[in-house]
């Protein structure tokens, strides 16, 4: 499955509770999208999310029914595995 960027621009900053993200998680799931890793930008308004999705209209689709802004869409490779297994030990540090 293909490998997408997505940017995500919030008029406020975003707070999520358990519950929006259980939605959201359920949504894409439906949509055959499968959130990876996000970064949320220092003012708290900007996401960037990494997604496994069979394609940009799959993740277009799960953002209109959760209700999530989607403001940019860039198909990405896995890069170096050297990258993905930083990122990975960077992630499970921080998670």
Do not use: K
């Not at 990494?50 to 029914?65: C, K, V």
């Not at 170096?80 to 998670?95: I, K, M, N």
């Amino acid at each position: 499955m293909a490998l997408y960027l997505i940017e995500r621009n919030f008029a406020r900053q975003l707070e999520l509770s358990d519950e929006d993200v259980e939605l959201i998680e359920e949504v894409n799931g439906d949509e055959g999208v499968r959130w990876l890793f996000s970064f949320l930008s220092a003012d708290r308004r900007r996401t960037y999310c990494l997604y496994e999705a069979p394609s940009p209209e799959a993740i277009r689709a799960a953002a209109r029914r959760a209700d999530v802004p989607v403001d940019e869409i860039v198909e990405v490779g896995p890069g170096t595995p050297q990258f993905s297994d930083r990122l990975g030990d960077w992630a499970d540090a921080v998670g």
